[in-house]
């Protein structure tokens, strides 16, 4: 019977690596603050001017389980500023509670596409 020849083993790593940008704070990008939640909304804006001075911008709403949402400077440059509240509120607001504070993390995802003619 003949006999397997061996080879020596071979050792491999896979790295997967990905980035973001890093904010401070790195807490969240929104919080929906409900009505009866146990933190205001300007309390809410207080806590986050202490850790990240003039980064969020709090956004009042009307005839909802959420009173206000408190969301990052910056998104509300990606997306206007009522369009965002908005898309949060029809997303999340039937699956919360009025004395709730949810954090939202809204990730960004830019793409594009070009079609080259070829001659």
């Given at each position: ?5 061996e080879?020596?083993?071979?050792k ?5 690596l ?102």
């Amino acid at each position: 019977m003949a006999r397997k020849r061996e080879s020596p083993s071979k050792k491999q790593m896979e790295l997967r690596l990905s980035g973001q940008a890093f904010e401070i704070p790195p807490l969240w990008d929104a919080l929906l603050i409900g009505r009866q939640a146990p933190i205001g909304p300007e309390a809410a804006k207080r806590m986050a001017d202490s850790m990240a001075p003039g980064q969020f911008e709090l956004v009042r709403i009307q005839g909802a389980p959420v009173e206000a949402v408190l969301i990052r400077k910056t998104l509300l440059r990606v997306l206007t500023p009522e369009a965002l509240p908005e898309l949060l509120l029809e997303e999340l607001a039937p699956l919360i509670n009025e004395d709730q504070v949810v954090r939202v993390q809204v990730e960004v995802v830019l793409h594009t596409a070009r079609t080259v003619r070829l001659e």
